[in-house]
């Protein structure tokens, strides 16, 4: 079954302490995989696409990096504006598109 | 970036009337829609996805003749909430991607819908 799992459900940093959020995913196959930001009452942010296993992708304090069964987005030096929810999504190649329920993510001055 | 716009944001409704909200691709065509519905603290639930011109596509168990999709254009979707009850107040997403092969999905702001 097509499904992606994000970990940790909830994350509280303190400003400065980096860290990673993960999204593990199990498709037939892989288009794309996409990271996003979403801030409460709003729509999601588009961050990054990945396309292929051992891909990166920066900007700002975060970096975002793809295997063949998992992605991980890393936030370095997070500050308190980086509090948000990051949601990780798949392509098929059926295109068919799987969102993740998200990592909560808090942090603390 | 790409901007997809809602209409209207907020939108309080008594029960047995519908409601229309409106997904708008501002600076680009979009082929394809997606509407979304998101409980609070939940991800997205996909609604039903729309290529222009033709019918919308559902997710099991989204009502077909509840929950009316129309895409007219390439920069216009609308979805319409008929016979609207309490338990359809939500938070309703859109998004859109221009060419399939690009694959991002760009997100309006939504339109948080309350049922009174």
């Known amino acids: 079954e097509d499904q992606v799992t994000q970990s940790p459900e909830a994350l509280r940093l303190q400003e400065g302490e980096s860290s990673s959020l993960n999204c593990s995913y199990t498709?037939?196959?892989?288009?794309?995989l996409f990271w996003y930001r979403q801030d409460p009452g709003k729509g999601p942010e588009f961050l990054f696409t990945?396309?292929?296993a051992g891909e990166e992708k920066e900007k700002e304090r975060l970096k975002a990096t793809l295997t063949k069964k998992e992605s991980f987005l890393h936030i370095t030096a997070p500050k308190p504006e980086d509090s948000a929810t990051y949601l990780c999504a798949v392509l098929s190649t059926g295109n068919q598109f799987y969102f993740g329920t998200g990592t909560s993510l808090t942090v603390i001055p | 970036g790409a901007v997809v716009s809602q209409h209207p944001s907020r939108v309080i409704c008594k029960s047995g009337t519908s409601v229309k909200i409106e997904c708008r691709s501002l600076?680009?065509?979009?082929?394809?829609m997606f509407w979304y519905r998101q409980f609070p603290k939940q991800s997205l639930m996909l609604m039903a996805t729309?290529?222009?011109?033709?019918?919308?596509?559902?997710e099991q168990g989204v009502e077909k003749d509840k929950f009316l999709i129309n895409h007219a254009s390439l920069t216009l979707s609308t979805l319409t909430v008929t016979s609207a009850h309490p338990e359809d107040s939500s938070f309703y997403i859109c998004?859109?991607?221009?060419?399939?092969?690009?694959?991002?999905?760009?997100f309006g702001p939504g339109t948080r819908l309350t049922v009174t």
């Open positions: 729309s290529n222009e011109g033709s019918k919308a596509t559902y």
């Open positions: 998004s859109a991607t221009a060419v399939l092969e690009d694959y991002e999905q760009y």
């Open positions: 498709v037939s196959g892989l288009r794309g």
């Open positions: 990945l396309y292929s």
């Open positions: 600076d680009f065509q979009a082929t394809t």
